[in-house]
């Protein structure tokens, strides 16, 4: 069946630091692929999404690219801030349901 | 902006007791959605709805039933709760099941069972 395999964390950087969190996946067909991000207290948002190969999801200085080659869609941004500080969940979209990343969380350090 | 609201954000129950979850949507969504949380697990679909009375089994709906009765509302119950089902409970709503489609979360009911 469909899974995704997500960075373990959690991931300590510094402030302005380059930011990437790893995402492979696995599925039959031709998913879309999305980043949801959870401030603490809060439920998951959407942060950035690619529907077909080769696409590049962005938002909020946050960039990843579907690629089918590798089956991968690695989540980076060039300089981290303090409210970046969340768990990131890679996610899959297929047939009726999405399949989620177990998370990585990200503390960034002023 | 689509709003989501749970109706509780920690609740406590004793083991063998019946436990109601409830969310309700206010963008007059399609589906709806329930997932638990866990640590290292990331997300896990139970349940899901695509219409009033309508219900499809998730990826873990063992120990779970739901009720959708009207559009807007969509509730998780535990009919006889145990200590294993203490976790995270995020309901979620969306316009359409397409793959591309965003999901809308509520900010989660923290139930302990004990």
């Known amino acids: 069946g469909d899974s995704v395999t997500q960075m373990e964390g959690p991931v300590t950087l510094s402030e302005e630091a380059f930011l990437t969190i790893n995402c492979t996946y696995t599925?039959?067909?031709?998913?879309?692929l999305f980043w949801y991000v959870q401030y603490p207290g809060e439920g998951l948002q959407l942060l950035l999404k690619a529907t077909k190969a080769d696409d590049k999801g962005s938002n909020k200085g946050f960039e990843a690219t579907y690629r089918k080659e590798t089956t991968s869609f690695h989540l980076e941004k060039g300089s981290v801030q303090v409210s970046d500080s969340a768990v990131y969940f890679c996610?899959?979209?297929?047939?009726?349901?999405?399949?989620f990343g177990s998370g990585t969380q990200l503390t960034v350090l002023p | 902006d689509v709003k989501v609201t749970q109706s509780s954000r920690y609740l406590v129950k004793r083991t063998g007791e019946k436990v109601f979850l409830e969310c309700v949507q206010d963008m007059d969504h399609e589906n709806m959605f329930w997932y638990r949380q866990d640590p290292g697990l990331g997300l896990r679909l139970i349940y899901f709805s695509y219409d009033v009375k309508m219900k499809e089994k998730g990826d873990i709906p063992e120990g779970y039933s739901v009720s959708r009765e009207k559009k807007e509302r969509f509730s998780l119950i535990l009919e006889s709760a145990s200590t294993n089902q203490t976790s995270m409970y995020l309901c979620a709503s969306s316009l359409a099941l397409a793959t591309n489609e965003k999901l809308f979360f509520g900010s989660g009911t923290q139930l302990s069972v004990l």
């Open positions: 599925a039959t067909g031709y998913p879309s």
């Open positions: 996610a899959l979209g297929s047939a009726r349901q999405l399949t």
